[in-house]
């Protein structure tokens, strides 16, 4: 499938704007050869996907990988506010498309969870999924093989849910997040979600990582909610320097007033974390996205469109 893809790529390098009349005034072979190529071109073009567009400059897409309703939004505050208040979050998946590949950031609910039309409900509220995030890649031309490399937020269920559908993939992935998701059972781990990182090629990292070697797409080390929890910096030609908090943030509010749900895994280190982010987007004049929050989802252009 690598090859497939090269091979496009190629294909798609050939001038496609010729016409017919430019043919018209070649020589006989030349036309038979140029004609040849054409068919090349267009038959790499109908191949299993439409090709997707090379890109100059990196973009960042926001897909819709579920929502979950919770009847209680007190488990994302240990100091209260919260309580007793119900809450509608999003779960996006993120695609960074780059001249050198595409990072995928974070997998969603997972495309199973579509074949119940309308959601399933669980003891804390309802979780659904309306799209795939596979039929949202097949629209801007990405097939699961042209994803160079996947990396996780973190290793919750709501995070994990596609990952599996990505074993060409290089996962890029913490250190300490994995020793921990593999020697703390918790209902809110799905280990089965994500077990192809045992077969697939694995980039272990213990802090920040710059993902294409050039600043422009880079992993920040924010443990607390989980100890290997890690957040995505972007930085855009047009739109700027964009933090997606994975799960530092599950509200905005969580970030304007620094709470802390108590379910973090270390308070003290979320606390660091929230300070690191807000410092960098201060000294970056950056844009913070809260993974969760619905009106950062919605402040974003909608795919396919793309910030770039
Ligand atoms: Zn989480
Ligand atoms: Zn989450």
Not at 269 to 277: F, G, K, N, P, Q
Request: net charge neutral; glycine share 8%; proline share 5%.
């Amino acid at each position: 499938m690598r090859c497939l893809r090269s091979m496009r790529q190629n294909a798609l390098a050939i001038p496609i704007h010729l016409t017919l009349e430019h043919f018209s005034i070649m020589p006989r072979t030349y036309l038979i050869r140029s004609i040849g190529a054409l068919l090349l071109v267009v038959s790499a073009l109908i191949g299993p996907a439409q090709a997707a567009e090379e890109v100059k400059q990196v973009r960042l897409y926001a897909l819709d990988c579920g929502r979950v309703q919770l009847k209680d939004m007190g488990m994302f505050s240990d100091t209260g506010e919260y309580d007793g208040k119900a809450v509608v979050m999003v779960d996006p998946c993120w695609i960074v498309r780059h001249p050198k590949g595409t990072l995928l950031w974070d997998t969603g609910l997972g495309d199973k969870m579509a074949d119940n039309k309308g959601g399933v409900d669980f003891d804390l509220g309802h979780m659904q999924v309306d799209v795939t995030l596979l039929d949202q890649l097949k629209t801007i031309g990405l097939t699961p093989d042209d994803i160079t490399y996947l990396s996780l937020s973190h290793t919750h269920f709501d995070h994990t849910g596609n990952a599996n559908e990505f074993p060409g993939a290089t996962w890029i992935l913490s250190k300490a997040e994995i020793a921990w998701a593999e020697t703390n059972p918790s209902p809110s781990v799905n280990l089965d979600s994500f077990s192809a990182y045992r077969i697939a090629k694995t980039e272990m990292i213990d802090g920040d990582y710059d993902v294409f070697g050039d600043g422009t797409v880079r992993i920040l080390r924010t443990p607390g909610h989980t100890p290997g929890h890690q957040s995505l910096l972007v930085k855009l030609k047009k739109a700027g320097t964009v933090i997606i908090s994975g799960d530092l943030f599950h509200l905005r509010d969580n970030y304007r007033y620094r709470r802390v749900p108590p379910f973090n895994v270390e308070r003290a280190d979320t606390l660091a974390s929230i300070d690191r982010i807000g410092t960098i987007l201060k000294n970056t004049k950056g844009r913070l996205v809260v993974h969760h929050d619905p009106l950062d989802f919605k402040a974003l252009p909608a795919f396919p469109k793309y910030l770039d």
